[in-house]
């Protein structure tokens, strides 16, 4: 993934296309995000969807096509089916490790505020590992807002969360949108979270059958249910 000067792209695509060994998965995707924009990803069940953000991100190589991004990889964060989060930490030393490997100092009061951002504050000391899938994510969630980024991945990010944590997952992603973070977002809830996205990129049929404003994507949406 390439850094572009474009301060206001923080990320571009031109032409990315991949397979898998000699299937193709998706062709020709073009698109660049703004500062402080949400771009949501959508398609049916294998579409692509979780492999264009491993390309997005850089942690695949399209076979065809280039990734430029606007930010530094410090300043860029994702939020997926992985947590990363260990198992062997309590929840307030796995932050305290995250925040040694981005050199940030946070005081201990500092993490437990975040810990309490994502009700999680009387497991600061838990291990880990005792963890349900939904508190896992949380955890990792706390992560990702302890550092701030410009750019954030987050793939179907409410997995595994309760009504609350998804409440609470989409106001900190608007708070994040309010400080100029841009955003791409594999929505686990298409109609819930239509109303935070500026644009919609629709993969079917191995490409990009939409790519435009979510207003425009949600009244396609609505005339096709007629």
Same mark, same amino acid.
């Given at each position: 993934?390439?850094? =572009?000067?474009?301060?206001?792209? /923080?990320?571009?695509? +031109? ?21 402080? !924009?949400? #771009? #949501? ?10 492999? #264009?953000?491993?390309? *997005? ?7 065809? &096509? ?12 994702? /939020? &997926? ?19 040694? *490997? ?6 201990? @009061? ?35 807002? *302890? %550092? @701030? ?8 990010? $409410?997995?595994? *969360? ?28 298409? @109609? @819930?979270?239509?109303? %935070? $996205?500026? !644009?919609? /990129?629709?993969?079917?049929? =191995?490409?990009?059958?939409? %790519?435009?404003?979510?207003? +425009? ?10």
């Amino acid at each position: 993934m390439q850094e =572009k000067d474009n301060q206001n792209i /923080l990320l571009e695509l +031109d032409r990315v296309s991949h397979f898998f060994d000699q299937r193709l998965v998706f062709k020709d995707i073009s698109l660049s995000l703004g500062k402080g !924009q949400v #771009l #949501l990803l959508a398609g049916p069940n294998g579409a692509g969807k979780t492999t #264009l953000v491993n390309i *997005m991100t850089g942690l695949i190589r399209p076979v065809r &096509g280039t990734v430029h991004t606007g930010v530094s990889s410090v300043k860029a964060a994702y /939020l &997926g089916h992985h947590t990363f989060i260990y198992p062997g930490l309590s929840a307030l030393e796995n932050l305290r490790f995250w925040a040694g *490997m981005y050199s940030l100092v946070k005081s201990e @009061e500092e993490l437990l505020d975040l810990l309490a951002l994502v009700g999680l504050r009387s497991f600061a000391y838990e291990n880990a590992r005792i963890f349900s899938r939904g508190m896992s994510q949380r955890l990792s969630l706390a992560r990702v807002l *302890m %550092l @701030e980024p410009e750019l954030i991945f987050l793939d179907e990010p $409410a997995t595994g *969360m309760d009504a609350q944590s998804r409440r609470m997952l989409r106001e900190e992603i608007a708070k994040a949108r309010q400080r100029g973070a841009s955003m791409v977002w594999v929505s686990h809830s298409l @109609e @819930e979270d239509l109303d %935070l $996205a500026d !644009q919609v /990129l629709y993969l079917d049929n =191995k490409k990009q059958s939409y %790519l435009g404003p979510a207003k +425009d994507f949600r009244d396609r949406c609505q005339e096709s249910r007629l």
